[in-house]
Nanobody, 126 residues
Framework: QVQLVESGGGVVRPGDSLRLSCAAS????????MGWFRQAPGNEREFVAG????????YYADSVKGRFTISRDNAKDTVYLQMNSLKPEDTAVYYC???????????????????WGQGTQVTVSS
């Protein structure tokens, strides 16, 4: 059982940065791969970034590679998404998600994640 709450979204201009946080509760957090997804109105939920439960491996969507960084602090039960060089096409509701315990592979499909936060809005507009 994992409960997730995202924060840190807002309205920014192209080229600006934001840092999203996802606070987790539950003893399984440190054993679960974590992912960030985003969804714009009318679009499917899109994988953004994932991190292995130990923090030893990460994976990014091509659209954000080199601009976004996912990290986690298991001691604080928190996962982060640092977003730099934001573009208007990054506008979406961003969700953090937790997968099953001890998965050796970072997955990119929403169906592979069991627990979800409520989402935080990120708007990039000039």
């Amino acid at each position: 059982q994992v409960q997730l709450v995202e924060s840190g979204g807002g309205v920014v201009r192209p080229g600006d940065s934001l840092r999203l946080s996802c606070a987790a509760s539950g003893r399984t957090f440190s054993t679960s791969n974590m992912g960030w997804f985003r969804q714009a109105p009318g679009n499917e939920r899109e994988f953004v970034a994932g991190i292995q439960y130990s923090g030893g491996a990460t994976y990014y969507a091509d659209s954000v590679k080199g601009r976004f960084t996912i990290s986690r602090d298991n001691a604080k039960d928190t996962v982060y998404l640092q977003m730099n060089s934001l573009k208007p096409e990054d506008t979406a509701v961003y969700y953090c998600a937790a997968a099953a315990r001890y998965l050796p592979l970072i997955t990119t499909t929403a169906a592979s994640y069991q627990y979800w936060g409520q989402g935080t809005q990120v708007t990039v507009s000039s």
